[in-house]
């Protein structure tokens, strides 16, 4: 069966993800200095967010014609003024085709909201240009306690038949071998890897801004404002119990991530 993500909207905040700016560019960071490519002509930034990583791509192909494509206007109009010289459209990756072959497909943090990677991945892949990368990175972290504390939260609560299965929104990544299968047939080359970061962060309050930036949004935007912040407050009490503090008061979050390079044949 494939995994496929039901169409529930995810309203994005600019500022509220903008709050843990660095933490979030470091992995896009990390994606980008494996990609083998000395130039690009066109690079795409898929799910660009404010900008952030597509910054990146246009500090490291500056001949480039860059694109960040996302769905949410917010994010769109943060992109903008963040960079006003890029062309940034409002695209869903699901349905998106470019006009010219891509060099580079980049996508930090963004697959992982769109369904059915088993036709994704090898569509993209197709698009790139002969000798094209295909970058991607995504959160694995279904199975932390900041994720599986917000299924336990909506489950538990009077709440639970409005959230509803808000879990099923993001995708649930597929083994690494899987992507591996997928690209291999028509890749020169392929690197995949999988890191966790570990971020002190002040507080369990300072975890559930992070996650309300993104993966919490699915879960709270049905409910009321009255609900919303009863719902906080409980995630919050069993954050902290997940997350007891260092003996610096601060909470260690660990983040696992997955990465996937791969280089088109020529
Ligand atoms: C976690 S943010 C990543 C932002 C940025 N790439 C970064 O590296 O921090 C995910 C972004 O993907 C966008 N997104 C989610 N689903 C999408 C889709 N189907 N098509 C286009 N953009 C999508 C969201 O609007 C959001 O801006």
């Known amino acids: 069966m494939p995994n496929i993500v039901p169409n529930i909207v995810v309203d994005w905040n600019s500022h509220l993800y903008r709050q843990f700016e660095d933490e979030r560019t470091r992995p896009a960071r990390d994606l980008l200095a494996r990609i083998d ?35 949410s206007e917010d994010m769109l109009k943060s992109a903008r003024a963040r960079l006003p010289g890029c062309r940034f459209e409002k695209a869903d990756i699901a349905a998106w ?26 569509r993209l892949f197709s698009e790139l240009a002969p000798g094209g990368v295909l970058a991607f990175q995504m959160p694995d972290n279904r199975e932390e306690p900041s994720h599986r504390l917000m299924r336990e939260t909506a489950a538990e609560g009077p709440w639970s038949q409005i959230i509803g299965d808000a879990a099923a929104v993001r995708l649930k990544v597929l083994p690494l071998a899987a992507y591996y299968d997928m690209l291999a047939p028509g890749a020169a080359a392929i690197e995949i890897w999988r890191t966790t970061y570990h971020h002190p962060m002040p507080s369990a309050a300072a975890i559930v801004n992070w996650v309300r930036g993104t993966g919490l949004r699915p879960f709270i935007d049905p409910l009321s404002e009255a609900q919303q912040a009863a719902f906080l407050s409980d995630y919050e009490k069993r954050i902290g119990q997940a997350y007891p503090p260092h ?4 909470l260690i979050l660990a983040f696992p991530r ?9």
């Open 247 to 250: 003996p610096d008061g601060r």
């Open 97 to 122: 085709h470019p006009g010219k072959s891509p060099d580079l497909i980049y996508a930090n943090a963004s697959l992982q909201w769109v369904g059915d990677h088993e036709r994704l991945m090898p």
């Open 37 to 71: 490519l000395e130039t690009a002509s066109l690079a795409v930034d898929l799910g660009c967010g404010p900008g952030n990583s597509t910054e990146l791509l246009v500090t490291r192909f500056p001949q480039a014609t860059v694109i960040g494509l996302d769905t």
């Open 258 to 266: 997955i990465f996937l390079v791969a280089r088109r044949k020529t």
